[in-house]
């Protein structure tokens, strides 16, 4: 089970390096530990409890981790706190590692999960997960 586990992490990892074109995959696992902090944050309930449990362990517990948002950030303002927490980035960057790590979140959730994903978040996340949706 351990074994399955670490796949899973690493497979998610792999998938978010190759996406946000990172060099390491420390630089993936940072983007996707900060993401997914934020993210947990905009979450509540069932939906952030289901997403938790398609996540590898690491990364899940990031996501429930017990950080509330305010309000529900715009996703430009999402983009920039991503940028304020990780060392050295811009908005460009940062917009870079939002999208590597929300596409692979989208497709560990799958479509009927993101839909509900989605209905938590203001309008224009859907970008952000590389999933544009119809208007």
Do not use: K, N
Not at 48 to 74: K, M, Y
Not at 100 to 114: E, I, K, N, R
Request: glycine share 8%; net charge negative.
């Amino acid at each position: 089970m351990a074994a399955e586990m670490a796949l899973r992490r690493e497979a998610f990892l792999a998938h978010v390096q190759e996406r946000g074109e990172y060099g390491t995959t420390e630089e993936a696992e940072r983007a996707a530990r900060v993401v997914l902090a934020l993210l947990g944050a905009h979450l509540i309930g069932e939906v952030r409890a289901q997403l938790a449990a398609r996540l590898p362990e690491g990364f899940a517990l990031i996501l429930l981790a017990p950080l509330r948002s305010a309000e529900p950030l715009p996703p430009e303002r999402f983009v920039r706190a991503t940028a304020a927490w990780i060392e050295g980035a811009t908005e460009q960057t940062a917009t870079w590692d939002v999208s590597a790590v929300l596409s692979t979140v989208a497709d560990t959730a799958g479509d009927d999960l993101l839909g509900q994903i989605l209905l938590q978040l203001p309008v224009g996340y859907d970008l952000l997960f590389g999933r544009p949706q119809p208007t």
